[in-house]
């Protein structure tokens, strides 16, 4: 059975980010860029599969610029076997990396597609479904457990209720959440290893892909900053507070 | 203009979330409500209450039961022609199916709106809230999530809107329910509570959450949790607040043991007044908080509750 996994470079979930001066986006000049923690579970769980012997091969796909090549060797270092790299300059939104998405599993016919249930940048939580869609397939969204079986995937989904259980018909398309797995790091023998896997480069011309967006970004403003607070001494006066000055309880 | 919301429920009962949607529908013409389930009556009946409503579609059929996306998004997608948007709330079930019908229209989702700013064009938090995008949609169709704590409920008393069966529904035969574990409360939902408390690693073990809950019970809060918590496996999923968990804005959030990462603050920095409790002066909660408080949790929350009996 092949896997793909599809990884998305955005910026480092550590960063404070900062709207740029003509408020049109978020500043990402300069700025420390990684896999997006969703997708990094993506992947983990494509490993998992492998080493369980349930996958034979993993494949890391990616949209964007150039430089999407290194959250690809990423996933290649932690254990992803191949890389395909959709490449283009325009800002992708989820509809477009879905049509590409499609294109590129319609080449390599996996039997299971991984992706983060969203990204941490534009934290739109729409491509595995629009996938699903656009292929006609089973999803499993915000997966918390996946128990493969013969022609069948038993999908955990973390929902605003708890939790419940799909059984989706494979081919299927699961969206990854917090408590899938706990990703590895990439050792550094495999990082060397990972600088000899394949990296296969193509764009949505040649997959005859129509990626305009549909959106236009107007602007883009910092939210309505929060008035500083008051330290209170104790337990009396924070009730206090709370009952006689904002009058909550 | 004419609008449909995609109603939130379970069969039984129509969840408050539908009224924050039905809200923001509101501002972009006619609504009309669908109903997909399966012996919903009921809950088409409180939907057809709801000021403003002017049509409930009500698709009752035991493939739609459990709302699979598979099942539900080609329904929305037959009724979407004469509609101008389409909205739900950005639920666990709105995000699950929306998408799936964006694809199916092809046309782009604009994800979690918090404000309309005209019939094409919409706010909505990116990078964790830490920005705000303003998006004008070039599709015919504008295929929406709604973040209910940008708008206010519509009220649910005061209309009657006719109501219509809807056939034709199949089973994509895709996928299927196999069980659920659902958290059992008799306490408000998270989503639409007034006053919520919530803990965080400080916390220190799953068996310290019931000294929240004894604070949640004398102000009739939720009780939510930070990722930490969750992660450390202290309470279950559907506690969590965050970017990526459950979005709140009580009138009043209690953060307690939770030191604020931005991933926290992203689900909750719009709550009214919001107190925080935590032994770190340095915690990053301290930024937002109203009321700000330095102590080791396990002596303040016992002491907390004490004061309220008061």
């Known amino acids: ?249 | 203009m004419s609008v449909l919301v995609i109603a939130e429920h379970d069969n039984a009962e129509l969840k408050p979330a539908t009224l924050n949607t039905v809200a923001a529908a509101a501002q972009l013409g006619d609504v009309d409500i669908l109903v997909a389930g399966e012996n919903c009556n009921a809950v088409a009946n409180t939907a057809a209450k709801i000021a403003g409503v002017g049509r409930v579609l009500k698709a009752d059929a035991s493939a739609l039961k459990t709302g699979l996306a598979e099942n539900v998004a080609p329904l929305i997608v037959q009724l979407s022609s004469g509609y101008s948007h389409i909205l739900a709330p950005a639920t666990t079930n709105g995000k699950n199916i929306m998408p799936r019908v964006a694809a199916l229209l092809d046309v782009a989702q604009i994800s979690e709106i918090t404000s309309v700013v005209s019939a094409d064009t919409f706010v909505r938090p990116i990078y964790a809230g830490n920005a705000m995008a303003t998006v004008q949609s070039s599709d015919a169709i504008k295929i929406i999530t709604v973040r209910t704590t940008g708008f206010d409920a519509a009220p649910a008393e005061g209309g009657s809107a006719a109501l219509e069966d809807v056939s034709n529904i199949t089973d994509a035969a895709l996928s299927s329910f196999a069980g659920q574990e659902l958290t059992v409360s008799e306490r408000p939902e998270l989503t639409s509570a007034k006053v919520i408390i919530s803990g965080g690693r400080g916390m220190q073990s799953g068996e310290n959450f019931p000294m929240l809950e004894e604070i949640a019970d004398k102000l009739g809060a939720a009780v939510g949790a930070s990722r930490a918590a969750v992660d450390a496996g202290f309470v279950p999923n559907d506690y969590q607040v965050g970017q990526t968990g459950k979005v709140v804005a009580p009138d009043l959030y209690i953060a307690v043991g939770i030191s604020g990462a931005i991933q926290h603050l992203a689900g909750m920095k719009d709550s009214k007044v919001i107190v925080a409790i935590n032994k770190d002066e340095e915690a990053p909660i301290f930024q937002v908080a109203d009321y700000g408080l330095v102590a080791d949790l396990f002596e303040a929350v016992p002491d907390l509750s004490a004061e309220l009996n008061k």
């Open chain 1, 1 to 249: 059975m092949k896997v793909l996994v599809a990884v998305k470079r955005v910026v480092d979930y550590n960063v404070k980010i900062r709207v740029n001066s003509d408020q049109t986006a978020v500043e990402t000049a300069n700025v420390k860029m990684s896999m997006n923690p969703f997708d990094e579970i993506a992947v983990e769980e494509g490993i998992r599969l492998k080493e369980a012997g349930t996958a034979s091969e993993l494949i890391a796909f990616s949209v964007g610029p150039k430089q999407s090549q290194e959250t690809i060797r990423t996933a290649l270092a932690m254990g992803a076997d191949r890389g395909i790299l959709v490449e283009t300059d325009i800002m992708v939104e989820p509809l477009a990396v879905a049509k590409c998405l499609k294109a590129i599993v319609e080449k390599e016919n996996p039997d299971l597609v991984i992706v983060g249930k969203q990204a941490i940048d534009d934290d739109s939580n729409q491509t595995g479904q629009m996938l699903a869609a656009l292929l006609g397939w089973s999803q499993g969204t915000f997966a918390s457990n996946l128990i493969l079986s013969d022609g069948s995937i038993k999908v955990t989904r973390e929902v605003d209720g708890g939790l419940e259980t799909v059984d989706l018909k494979m081919p299927a398309v699961v969206t990854t959440d917090l408590r899938l797995n706990e990703p590895r790091y990439a050792s550094l023998p495999n990082i060397m290893k990972a600088k000899k896997k394949t990296i296969d480069v193509t764009n949505p011309e040649e997959l005859g892909i129509d990626i305009s967006p549909r959106l236009t970004v107007l602007k883009v403003e910092e939210p309505a900053k929060r008035l500083a607070g008051v330290m209170v001494e104790d337990v009396v006066q924070l009730v206090d507070k709370l009952r006689n000055e904002a009058k909550v309880i």
